[in-house]
Each structure stands twice: as structure tokens, then as C-alpha cells.
């Protein structure tokens, strides 16, 4: 049977919204010419915690969970880009099943990461409970074919400084051959007209002088510094003769030019410097921030507060927006093809209409007409003010189309 559309809402869009059982919906996108075409595949199936919720049932017997799991991830292949990813999140109840089941219809060799997702804390009855608490979910992250998946380089905001970076150039404006490094400790201490470190510690307190030196770094990042050890065996032939050269000569300053795509290599004693401002960002409000590059621990997308999120209520496992936000932009760009076979509360849907992806949607008819689609009516209101409407300037706009 085909797609049938039987109510469109806003502007005349390619998003769907499909009412019913996903493994049949998934079949009917195939045949329906959708094969190849999704960048990114979310999906956050049952976890198996042993319960049933008024929104989906979630106690299965361990085999039964297992046959239902593995006929769709068999039909989620053929609907991926050739440079595409899916992501599957779960907790560890059902971990090494589903990580089985990826490996045997993606391949192992195209598993790019687990994502260990950190959701809660250990306050309230966690707390007081002995044992390891259970405080993450896990995202599995497999391209359908690794060498031509290029995820986007992103960051997450550090708190506090990097004490690494612990030296200070005095005089970048000369030659690097007189570069002068001196303790940023002990520069921020006389800008602040003390006489040392431990007088700034006694009059400002540790946490004050500290906050001190964070403030002085993101303000002159340009001349805070650090040295590194370079990975010999893993730079080229003309860097291993300038790290050669600079450890014979330890006071000296050497510098590589490596052409308009990669910054200079500039080494003393061998080891490499590196500069604060390579990892300094500013928001959208113009303030300055330490960023690092994404790793494969996510503890700083918080999940509590998002209860009403969407306007929606979900029981258990309602994911924030800022995860999905996360995820797709990871992985894909606006105008690319998003696919969550296990909607729920909509929350893929709505991130992937406010950073303008198109998407597809399956989730059975209560949910789907409870929850779902008054959210993405919301979305294409401008009525909802939630997750991450503020950061994308969210205002309303598009539409949606609802299959059966």
C-alpha cells in the first residue's frame, strides 16, 4: 500500500509525519523512492526497562525485543545516503544486544563511535542507593560506509580555564627569536598591582585569583600559551628535522610555514606552541569561551527541566532538544533528509524543523496524534518557545504533511 497524505498543516513542505507501525511504514518509504536518501537516522527505540507506560510498551522478553529490533534496522540500510549516519540510542539493559545487531547489518568497520550519553546525577534516592547508579545512555554512531562519512568538527563551551596554558609571550610584536615567556600567574598577579602570586591569593582568596586568571586568558588569548610534545612518528619529514633542530638549540624559537591550510608549526626545545585563542569562541551575545573539540562523552546537555519540553509530557525517555540539536548538526546540513522511525514525543522532528532539515517522522496513532502533531503545529506557529527555538531564532515557518 502507498503513503497516502491525508492532511497537510502550514506551507506546502516535503515533511512527513506517517501514522502507524514503522517496520511497514519503513517498507512503504522504500518502495516509494525514499531509498538513499536520508542523511541522518535517529532512532531511540523501547529500551526493554521491564515496564508499561500509558505511550509504548516497554517490557519485552529479551528475544522477542531482539526480533523486533533487527527486521528494522534491516530495512533503515537502503534508505541511508552513501555518506550518511544513523544513530541509535539505548541504555545498557540492551547494550550488547543492539550493538550485536548494528555490527551484523552495518558492518563493524563502519562503527565510528559509542557516545556515552550522561543524563542524570547521583542526588535524591541515587544518592542513597548502593551500587554503580545508572546515570548515561549510549548513542551508537555507525556511517553506511565510513570513508565517505565526514562529520562536522564541532565543540562544547569548557567551564573554567585550561591550566595548561600556564605561560604568557610578552613580546609577540618582536621576532620570535627574542620571544620572551613568562608565568601567567605572575603576569595576572602585577596587572592586578601585587606584588606576587601569593599576595593576589591572599587578597582575592584561591577562587578569586583563579576567576582572575580566567578572565585575563580569554582577554588576551593571543599571547597565552603552552608547549606540547609533537607525536614525531606522526608529523612530516620536513617538521622531524625542525623538532631535530630545536632541541639541539633549547633557547631558540623555530618556525615552519605549512602553507595557507594548516597553521605554522613554531617549536622551542622541541616541543610545539600552542596558543589560547585557537580555542577561544565567542556566543551569541559577543561573550568569550573556551571551547573543545567534541568527545565521544556527552556531560553537558542537561535532561533535567525538559519535562514539558514541546509542550509535550512523555513518559521516560523524552531526550532533550539540544541532543538532537547536537546530533544533527553533527551529521547533517540544512535541506539534507532526517529520519526517526521511533517519533515519540516528536522531539526529532521539531529540532529538525527549526534548524531547516527535512524529516520524516513514524510513530503509531495516539502518540502520533496526542503528542506529535500538536508540537509540530506549535513549531509552525511560532508558539513554541522551548528547547532550542532561542539558539536557531526559531520564529514559525514551513509545514508538514500527515501519512498513513
Keep these: 500500500m502507498k503513503l497516502r497524505r491525508v492532511r497537510a498543516y502550514g506551507e506546502e513542505s516535503p515533511n512527513m509525519l506517517i501514522r502507524g507501525d514503522n517496520l511497514d ?32 510498551h516497554d517490557a519485552w522478553d529479551p528475544e522477542a525485543w531482539k526480533a523486533m529490533m533487527a527486521p528494522r534496522l534491516r530495512a533503515l540500510h537502503p534508505l541511508l545516503t552513501e555518506d550518511g549516519a544513523i544513530f541509535a540510542e539505548i541504555d545498557d539493559t540492551q547494550l550488547g544486544c543492539l550493538l550485536l545487531l548494528m555490527d551484523d547489518v552495518f558492518g563493524p568497520q563502519n562503527r565510528i563511535a559509542i557516545v556515552t550519553v550522561v543524563r542524570s546525577a547521583t542526588t535524591g534516592h541515587k544518592a542513597i542507593n548502593r551500587g554503580p547508579m545508572n546515570v548515561t545512555d549510549y548513542l551508537l554512531l555507525y556511517a553506511k560506509e565510513r570513508r565517505r562519512f565526514r562529520p562536522a568538527p564541532l565543540v562544547r563551551r569548557r567551564q573554567g580555564r585550561d591550566p595548561a596554558y ?25 596587572r592586578l598591582d601585587y606584588t606576587s602570586r601569593a599576595e593576589a591569593v591572599r587578597a582575592l582568596g584561591a577562587e578569586g585569583f583563579e576567576r582572575a586568571i580566567e578572565r585575563f586568558s580569554l582577554e588576551n588569548a593571543a599571547r597565552v600559551v603552552r ?10 619529514l620536513a617538521a622531524r628535522a625542525l623538532i631535530d633542530r630545536s632541541r639541539a638549540a633549547p633557547d631558540r ?21 600552542l ?7 565567542e556566543d551569541e551575545a559577543g561573550e568569550r569561551y573556551l571551547a573543545e573539540p567534541l568527545t565521544n562523552v556527552w556531560n553537558d546537555i542537561p535532561f533535567q ?20 540539536e547536537r546530533v544533527l548538526a553533527s551529521s547533517t546540513e540544512p535541506g539534507d533528509w532526517v529520519l526517526d522511525p521511533f517519533l515519540g514525543s516528536g522531539t526529532t522532528a521539531a529540532v529538525a524543523h527549526k534548524m531547516g532539515r527535512n524529516y520524516v517522522g513514524i510513530e503509531r496513532s495516539e502518540t502520533l496524534d496526542q503528542l506529535c502533531i500538536p508540537r509540530l503545529e506549535r513549531v509552525v506557529d511560532g508558539t513554541d518557545t522551548t528547547g532550542i527555538t532561542r539558539v536557531q531564532s526559531w520564529r514559525g515557518g514551513g509545514g508538514f504533511g500527515i501519512y498513513d
Design 253 to 273: 624559537v623555530f618556525w615552519l610555514d605549512r602553507g595557507q591550510r594548516h597553521k605554522p608549526m613554531i617549536l622551542r626545545g622541541g616541543n610545539r606552541l
Design 305 to 324: 527541566g525538559i519535562a514539558r519540553e514541546g509542550g509535550v509530557v512523555f513518559a521516560r525517555n523524552k531526550k532533550p532538544e539540544r541532543l538532537l
Design 166 to 190: 600556564n605561560l604568557y609571550l610578552a613580546n609577540a610584536e618582536q621576532d620570535p627569536s627574542a620571544w620572551q615567556f613568562l608565568p601567567l600567574k605572575t603576569v595576572v598577579a602585577k
Design 25 to 56: 511504514a519503513l517498507d512503504r518509504l522504500g518502495r516509494a523512492g525514499f531509498a538513499g536518501r536520508f542523511r541522518c537516522i535517529y532512532l531511540d527505540p523501547p529500551f526493554n526497562s521491564g515496564r508499561v507506560f500509558r505511550e509504548y
Design 227 to 236: 608547549f606540547a610534545q609533537p607525536r614525531y612518528e606522526a608529523v612530516s
Design 275 to 281: 596558543f589560547l585563542a585557537d580555542k577561544v569562541r
